[in-house]
């Protein structure tokens, strides 16, 4: 109503011959009828807008009780720092791939547990940085196995050692390495600079 008067009042003052008052008036009464149905246009838009992103966030709400959050209040989250890897070439800090290679030799009675430990240790790798990862069993030795993974560069790598290593990845670790017979042992492989 606020906006019927104004409209109006508008238009009284910009037509100021009465004849013509009668047009100015219509004219107003089409304007504000045109504006009353821009916003139920609008209206008509935001209630289905809004209907369905509540039944969408009701949804996500009930996917909880089937994907529950990972509990991690007993997780040793403190940072811990592992020793940094020495190497005989000059990695470029920002050049290339990084292959990390872990061998592990385990007895064939500590073969299931093994198996059983390391989706943590490729879920701890993942979350530290990796952007691959594997692990094999040597075809010709069943006792070895040979757990791959790449890190964007050497830099990245060396943030996995320095800063993104937390107590819990420590025991994921721990526990796949107490299963080798020997210790496992790592190499780090860089990506060669090919010349065409």
Do not use: N
């Not at 037509?15 to 821009?38: E, H, M, N, Q, T």
């Not at 757990?147 to 290593?165: A, I, K, M, T």
């Amino acid at each position: 109503m606020a906006r019927t008067a104004s409209a109006a009042a508008i238009f009284d003052d910009i037509c100021l011959p009465k004849p013509a008052s009668r047009i100015c008036r219509r004219s107003a009464s089409y304007i504000v009828a045109a504006d009353r149905a821009r916003a139920s246009q609008v209206t008509a838009g935001l209630l289905p807008a809004f209907l369905i992103s509540a039944a969408v966030m009701a949804a996500g709400a009930a996917t909880l009780w089937f994907w529950p959050f990972h509990q991690i209040a007993d997780m040793d989250r403190s940072p811990v720092r592992w020793p940094e890897p020495q190497l005989l070439l000059s990695a470029d800090r920002g050049s290339g791939l990084v292959l990390v290679r872990t061998t592990y030799t385990v007895a064939a009675d500590k073969e299931q547990q093994f198996l059983q430990a390391m989706p943590r240790l490729r879920q701890s790798r993942l979350r530290t940085g990796a952007i691959d990862w594997g692990l094999y069993q040597d075809g010709q030795d069943p006792r070895l196995f040979i757990e791959l993974f790449s890190v964007p560069s050497w830099e990245e790598h060396l943030r996995q050692h320095r800063e993104r290593q937390t107590g819990t990845d420590l025991e994921y670790h721990d526990a796949v390495a107490a299963l080798s017979d020997p210790p496992p042992q790592t190499g780090h492989y860089l990506a060669a600079g090919l010349h065409e």
